[in-house]
């Protein structure tokens, strides 16, 4: 049998970590060792991401900050551009009409194709 060094059990060590079922980091978190933090961040991260791809934001009703939470690539003057554009304009009657909103583009758009509603 060939003997594993270095890089080899390093990668192997943390393959062993990640393919680990769930109730041995359950019991081993009950004795005290936690969840490495690079795992934690990841799933966190993913929950974040998901979440923020299952909502859907009404642009005609919808706060900037609810705007800017829920759409990818919108952060707060964006989404403030949104509700400005929507008070001067009336609402939106489709989504093609976001784009003569200052700073929402074609890519934007096509992000959040699916999280957007009227």
Not at 94 to 110: C, P, S, T
């Amino acid at each position: 049998m060939k003997k594993v060094h270095g890089f080899e059990r390093v990668a192997l060590a943390a393959l062993a970590l990640v393919l680990a079922p769930a109730p041995l980091w359950a019991a081993e978190s009950k004795a005290g060792v936690d969840k490495p933090p690079a795992v934690a961040t990841q799933a966190a991260a993913k929950a974040q991401a998901t979440a923020k791809a299952e909502s859907a934001v009404n642009v005609n009703t919808a706060s900037a900050e609810q705007i800017a939470a829920g759409l990818v690539g919108v952060g707060p003057a964006k989404a403030q551009a949104i509700v400005a554009y929507r008070e001067a304009n009336g609402p939106f009657k489709d989504a093609a009409q976001l784009l003569e909103v200052k700073g929402i583009g074609e890519a934007i758009l096509k992000q959040n194709e699916a999280r957007i509603v009227f």
